[in-house]
């Protein structure tokens, strides 16, 4: 007996086993960095988390390589600051610096306030 689970449905859960399918998907939802993570990190053993074959006329997973997190999941990790040894602690002023640093960068400047989209990705090509 099996089932089928969107990334969305085994959040926050864990798995005996999980099949994922990484194949480029011509329609929407493509597969994004997040949907991969969640798909490879809901089971506690490696040995248990099995891949799909490639599709007939797929050459190569090379569409995997262009995965990549959202700038606001580096800006939030930025925020952490060590606290003697005994973990970290978020610290909001050290976000909000990484978080408007990415802006100048960007060169979209537009307040401390507004938040910063990821931009979607593209299309995968098979």
């Given at each position: 007996?099996?089932?089928a689970?969107t990334?969305?449905?085994?959040?926050?859960?864990?798995?005996?086993?999980?099949?994922?399918?990484?194949?480029?998907?011509?329609?929407?939802?493509h597969?994004?960095?997040?949907?991969?993570?969640?798909?490879?990190?809901?089971?506690?053993?490696?040995?248990?988390?099995?891949?799909?074959?490639?599709?007939?006329?797929?050459?190569?997973?090379?569409?995997?390589?262009?995965?990549?997190?959202?700038?606001?999941?580096?800006?939030?990790?930025?925020?952490?600051?060590?606290?003697?040894?005994?973990?970290?602690?978020?610290?909001?002023?050290?976000?909000?610096?990484a978080?408007?640093?990415?802006?100048?960068?960007?060169?979209?400047?537009?307040?401390?306030?507004?938040?910063?989209?990821?931009?979607?990705?593209k299309k995968?090509?098979?």
């Open positions: 007996m099996s089932f689970f990334f969305h449905k085994v959040e926050g859960q864990t798995l005996a086993k999980v099949v994922v399918d990484v194949n480029p998907r011509p329609f929407a939802p597969l994004l960095h997040s949907g991969l993570f969640t798909a490879i990190s809901r089971v506690r053993r490696s040995e248990n988390i099995r891949f799909m074959p490639l599709q007939p006329g797929c050459k190569d997973l090379n569409h995997l390589l262009k995965l990549r997190p959202p700038d606001d999941l580096y800006e939030w990790l930025d925020g952490f600051d060590a606290d003697g040894g005994e973990g970290q602690r978020w610290n909001v002023e050290k976000a909000k610096a978080h408007n640093k990415h802006l100048l960068k960007q060169g979209k400047n537009r307040g401390k306030e507004r938040g910063c989209k990821s931009k979607p990705q995968p090509v098979c």
